[in-house]
Each structure stands twice: as C-alpha cells, then as structure tokens.
C-alpha cells in the first residue's frame, strides 16, 4: 500500500506542478509527424513583423516527434508566438497566453495546414481566420488580374467595386470577432489593426460658416490610437505596433519640435502603467528622433532624455546605459537649433592668426568641419562653394571653416583645389579646440548655419537645404516684418 502512495502523491505533485507552471508561464506539448529527432525554437515577435523575432524557448524532438515547451516565468504575458523548426525549414504562428496548457498536432509536409490545437479555442478559432484570409487573398489577387485586364473604366470600376466589398467584408469579420471574444489577443490585435473612418459630410469652423479644410487630418490623427488596447502588453509580442509608431510619426504628427514633443508625450502617457508597451515607446520614440533625417529633431531626443531618462522612468537600464543616454543629450543639446552657437576659436591656416567665429561681422555664418581626407568631404564642399557663388554669397553668407584632422599641405591644397581662398579657413593642428563636444562633430563634413546674432538656425546641413533654409528664414523676416506695420 506505501508504493501505491507514494505514486499517488508522486502523480498529484507533478499536477501541482505543471498547474503552477502553467499559471505563471505556458506548457506547451507539441507533437509534428515526420520528424524523428532535432531541435525546434518557440519564438516570438517584440514590436517588429519578421524577419525581426527573438528566442523564448527551445526543445529536442523525440523519436516520436514530440516535443515539449514549458515556462514558470512570472513575467510572461503572451502574445503571437512561433514555432520553428532548426533550419528554419518551416514555421508557423499561434496564440499563446499566460497560463496556457495547450497541445499542438502537425504534419511536416502540410504545414501551416491542418495544425490542430487541443484545450485552445482561441488557436481553433485563430485557424479559422487564416483559412478565411487565404480565400480573401485568393480574392485579391483576382481583382488584381482583373484591373490588369480591364479594357474600359467601367471594368475597371467593377473591379474595384468588387474589391471593396471583399475589404468591407474583412473588416465586418473582424469587428463581429472582436465583439463575440473581447479583450482576446486576436480580438485587440484586429481592434488595434483599425484605421479611422473620417465622418462624411461638411465640417465647419466654430462661427458655422467657414469650412474645416482640415477637418479630417486632425480627425484621423486624433483618433489613430482608438482601437489600440494600450494597458494589454501582450500586442508588444505581436508584429503591429512598430509599423503604427513609424506611420503616426512619420504621416500624421507635423513635423515641428514642437509637434511631435507633444505626440510624444502623448504616446508615453497612453503607455503608462504597463511594463513592455512603455519599455518599447520609449525606446522607440528615442531611437527614432536621435537617428532623424530632418533637421532639429535631436532636440525630441533630448526633450524624451531629460524628461524620461534623466527623472528615472527608464527603470529597466543600467546605469552605464542610462549613462550613455545623458551623456548623449548633453553633447547634443548646447547645438540644437534656436540656441546660441558655442565659440570655436582657432588659427587660420594662412596667417596663423587666431579666428573667432562668434567674432565674424556677417548677416549668416555658415560653420563647416570638414576633413581633407574625408570622401564625403570631397565631395560635399564643391557643391557647397557652388551654392555660395550662386546664392549664398549674395544673401550676406560667409563660411567659416575648420578642418578637423590632416596636415598642413594637405589642407592647403585642399583649399585651393575647392576653392575656398574667400572664406575663414581654420586647422587645429594643436588640438586646442573643444568643437568635438560642442557641435557633435564625430564624424564629417558636419554643417551648420547661424544668424547674425549667432543663433542657431539649421544643424546637419548640405548643399542641397542651405538655400532653402536660408528663403524660408527670410520669408518669416518678412512676415513678421509685415505683421508689425499693420
């Protein structure tokens, strides 16, 4: 009678068990017929679609073919997840909650067909959808071919006709989802793949009578975010809010400091209180303005900085990370636009006189570090002293120069293979110059313009914007010029 105990105890433990692990993390029996041994990965998305997903998990398949994935980690929270076979030699997606205790049945050869799931209805019903999609795009690309053949617009527009139906069709598909299984993963990923159906008719100003040209720009923009459950952390662990992030930013937040300061505090408070959705706004929000092609926008990055990193939002970095983050901004945030230049005081390479660039008397400065050496360089300043002879010169421009590396005849043959002979040409042969920290010069050419009160007017120029930059400038001058005379 002991043994018979002990087994019973043994077998109620191991129940207690996998109950535990499976209300912490996820259990996971996987059995793919035609697979003999090897080693398969539980992957999963984090922001990005593929081919960008990270490893959660590993198994050894046994002679059988099975296979099992099992977690207690605390900290999961679900998500789209992946299975796939070492090679990559195929994969397939599913659902995966925490607490989930679910078996998975595959044969190789007809994946992602006929994968059945047992104690998930959510994957049953997720099956369901797949196969209603592959009829939807079976249905597209007929439309495809179709437009492609049409002969009149009248063809054309029975095409497209067709097409919205199907589209409308979809859509119904996932609203009528989303009702019958609220707050599923499925359901909040087809409520956050939602766009904004803009209110048709005409829309007025507040006297009633002027028009509202833009009307439905500020209505899209505003309700972007509606159908995305900002407080489940679960749609980080699908292939969505990434694509979101770049289309909202890129389409349809102006692109002012001022703008996007304010959109993304509004990202960051819709994120507040979860854990992933916050770590992977602020990393992108961070990432994305640092890294920005248009002029000005590192001042996002040290606004996100000093009032997210600095206050210690960030909690989740070490303190040498976080450190590099600051350390970052502060670099930056002496030469963003609409700040005082910083001095750069060196020798000119032809008197030996030292030159001081806050110093120059002239309607625009035009700061440029360069190196002698450098391909861009070589071929960035041609068409800068191009620029100048066509337009600069005469709008009251003078370019200070400073060449950041390179020997004595190099630069001097330098300058005068580009003929820079007319402008304030500086070296630093000494090294004495602190413009390293205080124009972010890692790298060159780096190029910046600045008014006659050493303002800050434009950072990472090129021969292509300077011109522009310079009749814009001019353009606010006058209106403001304008204004005050009425």
Request: hydrophobic share 35%; with cysteine; glycine share 6%.
């Amino acid at each position: 009678m002991k043994p018979i105990k002990l087994l019973l105890l043994l077998i109620v433990l191991l129940a207690q068990s996998q109950t535990s692990s499976a209300r912490f993390g996820y259990h996971v029996n996987l059995t793919i017929d035609g697979i003999t041994d090897g080693k398969v990965y539980l992957v999963h998305y984090y922001g990005k679609p593929g081919p960008t997903v990270y490893i959660s998990d590993s198994a050894m398949f046994d002679a059988k073919g099975n296979a099992e994935f099992n977690s207690t980690d605390i900290e999961f929270v679900g998500g789209i997840y992946i299975v796939l076979l070492a090679g990559k030699r195929t994969s397939f997606e599913f659902m995966l909650n925490k607490g989930d205790d679910i078996s998975i049945h595959a044969v190789e050869s007809k994946i992602p067909e006929g994968i059945k799931f047992t104690n998930s209805p959510e994957n049953d019903r997720f099956m369901e959808y797949l196969k209603y999609l592959k009829g939807y795009n079976t249905k597209e690309e007929g439309y495809k071919k179709g437009l492609a053949e049409a002969k009149s617009i009248n063809d054309t527009n029975e095409v497209r006709k067709k097409a919205m139906v199907s589209l409308k069709e979809l859509s119904n598909y996932r609203l009528e989802y989303s009702k019958k299984y609220p707050n599923t993963i499925l359901a909040n990923i087809f409520n956050a793949m939602q766009t904004p159906e803009v209110p048709e008719g005409p829309h007025f100003l507040a006297d009633g009578v002027t028009k509202d040209s833009t009307f439905a720009i500020r209505y899209y923009q505003s309700h972007y975010w509606d159908g995305f459950n900002f407080k489940d952390d679960r749609l980080i662990y699908t292939p969505l809010y990434d694509g979101k992030l770049e289309d909202f930013f890129a389409k349809w937040v102006q692109p002012t400091i001022d703008s996007q300061e304010y959109a993304c505090d509004f990202m960051m408070n819709k994120v507040r209180g979860t854990k992933d959705l916050f770590h992977y706004t602020l990393w992108w929000l961070t990432n994305h303005f640092e890294s920005s092609k248009i002029m000005g926008m590192d001042e996002v990055f040290v606004y996100l900085v000093e009032k997210y990193y600095m206050t210690g939002e960030a909690t989740w970095l070490k303190q040498d990370e976080l450190d590099k983050y600051v350390d970052r901004a502060r670099k930056i945030a002496p030469n963003v636009p609409g700040n005082k230049a910083p001095e750069v005081k060196l020798p000119n390479i032809k008197t030996g006189k030292m030159e001081s660039m806050l110093a120059q008397k002239n309607k625009y400065t035009l700061l440029v570090f360069y190196s002698p050496s450098c391909g861009h360089c070589q071929h960035e300043i041609p068409l800068i002293d191009s620029v100048y002879n066509e337009v600069l010169k005469a709008k009251g421009v003078k370019i200070f120069t400073v060449a950041t590396e390179g020997e004595e005849k190099d630069i001097n043959e330098f300058i005068k293979k580009n003929h820079m002979e007319d402008w304030t040409n500086c070296w630093d042969h000494e090294h004495i110059g602190d413009y390293h920290n205080k124009y972010d010069v890692y790298s060159t050419p780096v190029i910046y313009l600045i008014d006659e009160k050493k303002i800050i007017k434009g950072k990472r120029m090129d021969h292509g914007n300077v011109a522009r930059m310079l009749q814009m400038l001019e353009n606010k001058e006058k209106e403001k010029t304008k204004a005050g005379t009425k």
